[in-house]
């Protein structure tokens, strides 16, 4: 099938992402990158080592920290930032912080909005990025299947779904005024089995939440989450039972759902994403708040 | 079958884009809904949403609406139309497919353009009932004039004709006089039923008479590497890499054809010559080896390239090898689309980004517009909103060009509002429109008296030749 000129799909996909980092870097003043910490930001990061080799990155990642992440995301990143000598930028919103915004006692919509928006918004305007890149894929969600890699945001960080720069080939509009921005989406094209096909091929590390392991796991408004620490309220966390599950995305714990599963290497998370028949997002609490959740928080400015 | 194994077959997959091209009412939707869900890939949990959603908007009764799994967002949903290009994702065992889909109606031509951009294999639907449509015509200009080389034929609403093979022929005969006229080179045919799955992923029971493969299985087995012609290497410098004073490196995606370490190269548009010193492709780098070179590259990959001579190089410049030099000149033959709702202003200057460089410049002269429903052409003088005409693009400084239609990433380019920042068209390379900026030939050779001479006199007594000075 294959002649010896056509790249693999994973290496095609590779050379196209490393083509819009590097168009980054070299029309933006001030690039940021956000780290997650999950899979796809370890994969963002891999193909930014890559494009821009020999050097370091030339721009920091920014992880917006709710200080409801799992702890081991928090040890995972540090060491990444030691491991690989990339400038982190780590922000909180300090009115969450005063007002000790919790997912359990706020809901998952407050808390989302003041921790995450909010304080996205505020670790944007504080750097000024002129380029916010982000690792967003366009087979997670119907609106974001219609998302420009390069996502124009006016000064309000708000996206207009109706007035999109039109984008050809591989040629990126990056034209903007003082103030406004754009988002970038790399991994655009990459489905969730590239992602795992090429952290498998790549060997690239990630946190071991995504294999299966006992945890202790309680019943949340329909989801299985993790008890992580103890500011679950106790009544909630004395119905904890150990049980084997991993999970299919990593956000903050009271808010990220974890599935029953036997899986703990790559090939066998895998080999149950292929025969699984739920979608990425279903772990997320966040997206089941309404109908075109995902569209109205980007709108808002959430990623 | 063993994990293990599947993973190894898969990481060998190919990679297909195409584009579906219809109306609202051809069913195009329902078809990409279609070939998402028989091919196992629409999960389960966004097919309970779409049954819910089916209650308040569907149109199709009782059954579950594939448009609806397709359709993004939510202001769309309600009105019951794509608006917008969307991309969407499925596999087999041989491809990875990316789906443009965009919208079928005339004043979205600018969204078929993009989506079409970046398309190896264009989808067009028919409705079986009405045959070939005035946005048949339009869609098929689009495709040709994208340079889209496969044009899979896709007669829908079969169901509603009895499943007639006389008016599948009917309809196939006709596109191809359609595909002759506009230079389309492999046309396929397919009778399909998008509602019920026809044809789509397995072979239809009610097509007894048709012996190719279904939608899919095409769409798999399809030959689209590009004849095996040597390319002509281009290398469009998209960053300068220098870590320290021992490294200076130039990034960019190759566009086209090879390089290989010691090759002989020449930087345009300033003419410079050195040699390839050594080569990084960016995908062998590892996190323990960030040098990992190679002795050759070639396109799409992405690398990076020394030189052995310390030679002003910046991005926007385009390394080429020095014995097959393009044409550099200011002053390009292109097609325009218009994109924008402001209309184009003759003279006006506008940024005018090609690969990796970006010249401002302006449309000087529009030769003709080309209708899109007719393919007639109309004498004019300003470019609306979804226009398409042959123009005259002269630069403030000089490119390394080639025709769109000799390479579609070094012949391409999009126009940029220098105040809205918009993108507001854009445009294809047809050739280089006048003679006398021609410097790469300059470099290449030095005529004699005698030679210029002679060239003054064929330029003076035979203009119809439209012989270049040299």
């Given at each position: 099938?294959?002649?010896q000129?056509?790249?693999?799909?994973?290496?095609?996909?590779?050379?196209?992402?490393?083509?819009?980092?590097?168009?980054?870097?070299?029309?933006?003043?001030?690039?940021?990158?956000m780290?997650?910490?999950?899979?796809?930001?370890?994969?963002?990061?891999?193909?930014?080592?890559?494009?821009?080799?020999?050097?370091?990155?030339?721009?920091p990642?920014?992880?917006?920290?709710?200080?409801?992440?799992?702890?081991?995301m928090?040890?995972?990143?540090?060491?990444r930032?030691?491991?690989?000598?990339?400038?982190?930028?780590?922000?909180?919103?300090?009115?969450?912080?005063?007002?000790?915004?919790?997912?359990?006692?706020?809901?998952?919509?407050?808390?989302?909005?003041?921790m995450?928006?909010?304080a996205?918004?505020?670790?944007?305007?504080?750097?000024?990025?002129?380029?916010?890149?982000?690792?967003?894929?366009?087979?997670?969600?119907?609106?974001?299947?219609?998302?420009?890699?390069?996502?124009?945001?006016?000064k309000?960080?708000?996206?207009?779904?109706?007035?999109?720069?039109?984008?050809?080939?591989?040629?990126?509009?990056?034209?903007?005024?003082?103030g406004?921005?754009?988002?970038?989406?790399?991994?655009s094209?990459?489905?969730?089995?590239?992602?795992?096909?090429?952290?498998?091929?790549?060997?690239?590390?990630?946190?071991?939440?995504y294999?299966?392991?006992?945890?202790?796991?309680?019943?949340?408004?329909?989801t299985?989450?993790?008890?992580?620490?103890?500011r679950?309220?106790?009544?909630?966390?004395?119905?904890?039972?150990?049980?084997?599950?991993?999970?299919?995305?990593?956000?903050?714990y009271?808010?990220?759902?974890?599935?029953?599963?036997?899986?703990?290497?790559?090939?066998?998370?895998?080999?149950?994403?292929?025969?699984?028949?739920?979608?990425?997002?279903?772990?997320?609490?966040?997206?089941?708040?309404?109908?075109?959740?995902?569209?109205?928080?980007?709108?808002?400015?959430?990623? | 079958?063993?994990?293990?194994?599947y993973?190894?077959?898969?990481?060998?997959?190919?990679?297909?884009?195409?584009?579906?091209?219809?109306?609202?009412?051809?069913?195009?939707?329902?078809?990409?809904?279609?070939?998402?869900?028989?091919?196992?890939m629409?999960f389960?949990?966004?097919?309970?949403?779409?049954?819910?959603?089916?209650?308040?908007?569907?149109?199709?009764?009782?059954?579950?609406?594939?448009?609806?799994?397709?359709?993004?967002?939510?202001?769309?949903?309600?009105?019951?139309?794509?608006?917008?290009?969307?991309?969407?994702?499925?596999?087999t065992?041989?491809?990875?497919?990316?789906?443009?889909d965009?919208?079928?109606?005339?004043?979205?031509?600018?969204?078929?353009?993009?989506?079409?951009?970046?398309?190896?294999?264009?989808?067009?639907?028919?409705?079986?009932?009405?045959?070939?449509?005035?946005?048949?015509?339009?869609?098929s200009?689009?495709?040709?004039?994208?340079?889209?080389?496969?044009?899979?034929?896709?007669i829908?609403?079969?169901?509603?004709?009895?499943?007639s093979?006389?008016?599948?022929?009917?309809?196939?005969?006709?596109?191809?006089?359609?595909?002759?006229?506009?230079g389309?080179k492999n046309?396929?045919y397919?009778?399909?039923?998008?509602?019920?799955?026809?044809n789509?992923?397995?072979?239809?029971?009610?097509?007894?008479?048709?012996?190719?493969?279904?939608?899919?299985g095409?769409?798999?087995?399809?030959?689209?590497?590009k004849?095996?012609?040597?390319?002509?290497?281009?290398?469009?410098?998209?960053?300068?890499?220098?870590?320290?004073?021992?490294?200076?490196?130039?990034?960019?995606?190759?566009?086209?054809?090879?390089?290989?370490?010691?090759?002989?190269?020449?930087?345009?548009?300033?003419?410079?010559?050195?040699?390839?010193?050594?080569?990084?492709?960016?995908g062998?780098i590892?996190?323990?080896?960030?040098?990992?070179?190679?002795?050759?590259?070639?396109?799409?990959?992405?690398?990076?390239?020394?030189?052995?001579?310390?030679?002003?190089?910046?991005?926007?410049?385009?390394?080429?090898h020095?014995?097959?030099?393009?044409?550099?000149?200011?002053?390009?033959?292109?097609?325009?689309?218009?994109?924008?709702?402001?209309?184009?202003?003759?003279g006006?200057?506008?940024?005018?980004?090609?690969?990796?460089s970006?010249?401002?410049?302006?449309?000087?002269?529009?030769?003709?517009?080309?209708?899109?429903?007719?393919?007639?052409?109309?004498?004019?003088?300003?470019?609306?909103?979804?226009d398409?005409?042959?123009c005259?693009?002269?630069?403030?400084?000089?490119?390394?060009?080639?025709?769109?239609?000799?390479?579609?990433?070094?012949?391409?380019f999009?126009?940029?509002?220098?105040?809205?920042?918009n993108?507001?068209?854009?445009?294809?390379?047809?050739?280089?429109?006048?003679?006398?900026?021609?410097?790469?030939?300059?470099?290449?050779?030095?005529?004699?008296?005698?030679?210029?001479?002679?060239?003054?006199?064929?330029?003076?007594?035979?203009?119809?030749?439209?012989?270049?000075v040299?």
């Open positions: 099938m294959l002649n000129e056509r790249l693999t799909h994973l290496k095609q996909l590779e050379a196209e992402s490393i083509h819009i980092l590097r168009e980054v870097a070299a029309e933006f003043t001030n690039p940021v990158m780290y997650s910490v999950g899979k796809d930001s370890s994969v963002m990061l891999h193909l930014a080592m890559k494009a821009f080799a020999p050097s370091k990155l030339p721009f990642l920014l992880h917006v920290d709710t200080l409801w992440k799992f702890k081991e928090i040890a995972f990143r540090d060491q930032a030691k491991d690989l000598g990339f400038d982190l930028i780590v922000h909180s919103n300090p009115e969450g912080i005063d007002m000790n915004i919790s997912p359990f006692e706020h809901g998952s919509k407050v808390h989302t909005d003041i995450k928006t909010q996205l918004k505020q670790a944007l305007n504080a750097g000024g990025y002129d380029a916010v890149i982000g690792g967003a894929r366009r087979d997670e969600e119907k609106s974001r299947a219609k998302e420009r890699i390069f996502s124009f945001r006016d309000h960080h708000r996206w207009d779904p109706k007035n999109q720069r039109p984008e050809l080939w591989n040629v990126y509009n990056t034209a903007i005024e003082k406004e921005s754009v988002r970038v989406f790399p991994i094209n990459w489905t969730e089995l590239d992602v795992w096909q090429y952290i498998y091929l790549e060997d690239i590390p990630i946190p071991s939440l294999f299966a392991k006992e945890h202790d796991v309680v019943e949340y408004e329909g299985k989450i993790m008890v992580d620490d103890d679950m309220p106790e009544a909630l966390r004395k119905t904890a039972k150990k049980e084997m599950v991993r999970f299919r995305t990593l956000g903050c009271p808010l990220t759902g974890a599935i029953n599963s036997t899986a703990t290497t790559l090939p066998e998370i895998i080999k149950e994403m292929l025969l699984s028949t739920s979608s990425e997002r279903e772990g997320r609490v966040i997206d089941k708040d309404q109908e075109g959740a995902m569209e109205l928080k980007k709108i808002e400015g959430y990623f | 079958m063993d994990i293990i194994n993973l190894k077959e898969h990481e060998n997959k190919d990679m297909l884009r195409f584009l579906t091209c219809g109306s609202v009412d051809d069913g195009k939707s329902t078809l990409i809904g279609r070939m998402l869900y028989d091919s196992k629409i389960d949990d966004q097919l309970s949403a779409a049954e819910s959603e089916s209650k308040k908007y569907g149109t199709t009764g009782e059954k579950i609406d594939m448009a609806l799994l397709v359709d993004g967002l939510q202001s769309e949903r309600e009105q019951g139309i794509t608006i917008d290009v969307a991309y969407r994702f499925f596999a065992e041989n491809r990875k497919f990316i789906i443009a965009t919208p079928g109606h005339e004043q979205y031509t600018r969204n078929m353009v993009t989506g079409a951009s970046t398309a190896d294999v264009a989808i067009i639907l028919i409705d079986a009932r009405k045959g070939i449509l005035t946005q048949t015509r339009r869609h200009f689009i495709v040709s004039l994208l340079g889209i080389e496969h044009v899979i034929v896709a829908n609403k079969m169901d509603l004709v009895d499943f093979e006389e008016v599948y022929k009917e309809i196939s005969l006709a596109y191809g006089e359609l595909a002759k006229e506009l389309i046309t396929y397919i009778p399909v039923s998008a509602l019920d799955g026809d789509v992923v397995d072979k239809s029971n009610h097509t007894p008479w048709f012996d190719g493969k279904p939608l899919l095409l769409l798999d087995s399809m030959d689209i590497a004849e095996q012609k040597e390319e002509d290497f281009r290398f469009p410098v998209q960053y300068v890499n220098r870590p320290n004073l021992n490294f200076r490196g130039f990034c960019g995606t190759i566009a086209a054809g090879r390089v290989k370490i010691g090759d002989d190269i020449t930087v345009l548009p300033s003419g410079k010559t050195t040699k390839v010193k050594s080569i990084i492709n960016a062998d590892t996190e323990a080896n960030r040098e990992a070179g190679t002795k050759e590259a070639y396109a799409p990959m992405a690398v990076t390239i020394t030189t052995e001579d310390e030679v002003d190089i910046s991005r926007g410049d385009m390394i080429v020095t014995n097959s030099l393009p044409r550099v000149s200011n002053n390009l033959k292109v097609m325009l689309v218009w994109m924008d709702e402001k209309p184009m202003t003759l006006r200057t506008y940024d005018i980004k090609r690969a990796t970006v010249v401002s410049g302006s449309f000087e002269h529009i030769n003709y517009k080309i209708d899109v429903n007719t393919y007639e052409r109309t004498q004019i003088d300003t470019l609306e909103l979804n398409i005409a042959s005259k693009m002269v630069l403030t400084r000089p490119i390394a060009s080639d025709a769109y239609k000799e390479n579609r990433l070094t012949g391409s999009i126009v940029v509002d220098r105040i809205t920042n993108t507001v068209g854009a445009g294809m390379i047809v050739g280089v429109s006048r003679r006398d900026e021609d410097i790469a030939k300059r470099i290449d050779k030095h005529y004699t008296d005698a030679e210029r001479a002679l060239n003054r006199y064929i330029r003076e007594n035979f203009p119809e030749w439209e012989c270049k040299v």
